[in-house]
């Protein structure tokens, strides 16, 4: 209802028990102040409404407000994070040797690995040999 309704119907509370008070009635009297209580009912209810939509506008307006920070802070974070990016590129592409370089580590590297793999199996060769001359003589000596 209209605040201007709810104050027709508070005066018109007033009147009836303003009636009720000078006529001696109870019961009109009763029925206004009923009638007043009623009306400031309805305009505290009102009130309460015009404040919830005013609050609701408030934090609306507020998350608005946060959610354009936010927003801003990531387009800074993501610029920054490709600054850096870019800086590490420049900083390695600088000290990365040239490819030539790669490949003479990378075959020394093998040649490395492939020295150990026949030092291993010609140690393994040895070692299978000397079992084998061990269980020789061992054999030679136990049928003698």
Same mark, same amino acid.
């Given at each position: 209802?209209?605040?201007?309704?709810?104050? #027709?119907?508070?005066? !018109?509370?007033?009147?009836?028990?303003?009636?009720?008070?000078?006529?001696?009635?109870?019961?009109?009297?009763?029925?206004?102040?009923?009638?007043?209580? /009623? !009306?400031?009912?309805?305009? @505290?209810?009102?009130?309460? !409404?015009?404040?919830?939509?005013? =609050? /609701?506008?408030? *934090?609306?307006?507020?998350?608005?407000?946060? !959610?354009?920070?936010? /927003?801003?802070?990531?387009?800074? #974070?993501?610029?920054? =994070?490709?600054?850096?990016?870019?800086?590490?590129?420049?900083?390695?592409?600088?000290?990365?040797?040239?490819?030539?370089?790669? %490949?003479? *580590?990378?075959? #020394?590297?093998?040649?490395?690995?492939?020295?150990?793999?026949?030092?291993?199996?010609?140690?393994?060769?040895?070692?299978?040999?000397?079992?084998?001359?061990? @269980?020789? %003589?061992?054999?030679?000596?136990?049928?003698?």
């Amino acid at each position: 209802m209209s605040e201007l309704t709810n104050k #027709a119907e508070e005066l !018109a509370g007033r009147a009836k028990e303003a009636a009720g008070d000078l006529t001696d009635n109870d019961d009109l009297k009763a029925d206004g102040a009923g009638q007043q209580a /009623k !009306a400031q009912v309805k305009q @505290a209810v009102d009130t309460a !409404a015009e404040k919830a939509d005013e =609050v /609701k506008d408030a *934090v609306a307006d507020k998350a608005e407000d946060v !959610a354009e920070d936010v /927003k801003d802070t990531a387009r800074q #974070a993501v610029d920054t =994070v490709t600054e850096k990016t870019e800086q590490v590129k420049t900083a390695v592409a600088d000290k990365t040797p040239a490819p030539a370089v790669f %490949a003479v *580590v990378a075959v #020394a590297g093998v040649a490395v690995y492939v020295g150990l793999r026949i030092r291993s199996a010609a140690q393994r060769r040895d070692r299978t040999r000397r079992a084998a001359r061990v @269980a020789k %003589a061992s054999f030679s000596a136990l049928k003698s």
